[in-house]
């Protein structure tokens, strides 16, 4: 969390004194690694505290808080202190954090367009956004990240993915070098580079390698396509030396049985073990 929070913080907090705001860090003392993309964490708490700097009162503060949210998710909270939101509001904000509606209409100018990014990002990220209001205490608008433990990521993800076609199909890849000469580090930025938003990426628990997870790709393009560019981009900084990869396929299954398939392929992912290596800038 201090990650996420430390990446932006300078900035919104300039922000919030340009408008007579005051902003407050509260976090609690021991959180939990989570497993998120770090541009898109960073976006989400952006577009909430810009919204809450808009609406907070003037000479007041926005309190941004991150606590454990059950024991599988930390949930990070903006709070504005300002005038209660209406139960029409409500409904309008809670239709602006469903991740597949963007609003661009003027009757939610304000909070309209902002927060429908922010139910986006926090579904992308495997959580989810919320909004909770309150006469005397203020808004509380908020989103959950899952933590960096492999069951509840794997968890999360199938839940995610059940809710696309299902007529899509779920593949899943186990890539690493041949003969290492990367860091991990090295592996995972390209992999990163190359997925989509939509694609779960774990390291492998032998630490050999990563295992990446996609929906709706055929199996010997995704991989020609993961080894060509990682070729490419080997030229592309001048790194002759570096080992090819190889690309295992791990399997393909209909998305409507992802679950059978991830327990029969992966099983060894699904152990509730976690990942100390994967930080918030890893997705």
């Given at each position: 969390?201090?990650?996420?929070?430390?990446?932006?913080?300078?900035r919104l907090?300039?922000?919030?004194?340009?408008?007579?705001?005051?902003?407050v860090?509260?976090?609690?003392?021991?959180?939990?690694?989570?497993?998120?993309?770090?541009?898109?964490?960073?976006?989400a708490?952006?577009?909430?505290?810009?919204?809450a700097?808009k609406?907070a009162?003037?000479?007041?503060?926005?309190?941004?808080?991150?606590h454990l949210?059950?024991?599988?998710?930390?949930?990070?909270?903006?709070?504005?202190?300002?005038?209660?939101?209406?139960?029409?509001?409500?409904a309008?904000?809670?239709?602006?954090?469903?991740?597949?509606?963007v609003?661009?209409?003027?009757?939610?100018?304000?909070?309209?367009?902002g927060?429908?990014?922010?139910?986006q990002?926090?579904?992308?990220?495997?959580?989810s956004?919320?909004?909770?209001?309150?006469?005397?205490?203020?808004?509380?608008?908020?989103?959950?990240?899952?933590?960096?433990?492999?069951?509840?990521?794997?968890?999360?993800?199938?839940?995610?993915?059940?809710?696309?076609?299902?007529?899509?199909?779920?593949c899943?890849?186990r890539?690493?070098?041949?003969?290492?000469?990367e860091?991990d580090d090295?592996?995972?930025?390209?992999?990163?580079s190359v997925?989509?938003?939509?694609?779960?990426?774990?390291?492998?628990?032998?630490?050999?390698?990563?295992?990446?997870c996609?929906?709706?790709?055929?199996?010997?393009?995704w991989?020609?396509?993961?080894?060509?560019?990682?070729?490419e981009s080997?030229?592309?900084?001048?790194?002759?030396d570096r080992?090819?990869?190889?690309?295992d396929?791990?399997?393909?299954?209909?998305?409507?049985?992802s679950?059978?398939?991830?327990l029969?392929h992966?099983?060894?992912?699904?152990?509730?073990?976690?990942?100390?290596?994967?930080?918030?800038?890893?997705?």
């Amino acid at each position: 969390m201090d990650a996420i929070l430390d990446s932006c913080w300078s900035r919104l907090s300039e922000r919030a004194r340009t408008h007579g705001i005051e902003l407050v860090r509260e976090t609690g003392a021991d959180l939990p690694e989570v497993y998120v993309d770090l541009e898109r964490a960073r976006r989400a708490l952006t577009n909430l505290v810009v919204n809450a700097i808009k609406t907070a009162p003037p000479d007041s503060r926005v309190v941004v808080g991150a606590h454990l949210d059950g024991p599988e998710a930390v949930r990070l909270d903006v709070i504005d202190h300002g005038s209660a939101l209406t139960p029409n509001q409500l409904a309008r904000v809670g239709e602006c954090f469903r991740p597949d509606t963007v609003s661009h209409t003027k009757e939610t100018k304000g909070f309209g367009l902002g927060l429908s990014v922010v139910g986006q990002l926090a579904c992308i990220n495997l959580g989810s956004a919320s909004v909770r209001s309150e006469e005397g205490v203020g808004n509380t608008h908020s989103f959950t990240m899952p933590i960096a433990r492999t069951d509840v990521v794997v968890r999360r993800y199938l839940t995610w993915i059940s809710s696309m076609d299902e007529t899509s199909t779920l593949c899943a890849l186990r890539v690493c070098e041949v003969t290492p000469t990367e860091p991990d580090d090295g592996i995972r930025a390209f992999l990163a580079s190359v997925s989509r938003a939509t694609d779960l990426e774990l390291p492998a628990i032998d630490g050999d390698g990563f295992v990446i997870c996609g929906v709706g790709y055929k199996p010997d393009e995704w991989r020609a396509r993961v080894s060509g560019l990682y070729a490419e981009s080997a030229l592309r900084v001048g790194r002759l030396d570096r080992s090819p990869l190889v690309i295992d396929i791990l399997g393909t299954r209909n998305i409507r049985d992802s679950e059978s398939f991830l327990l029969e392929h992966l099983a060894c992912e699904l152990e509730a073990r976690p990942h100390a290596e994967v930080h918030s800038d890893c997705r």
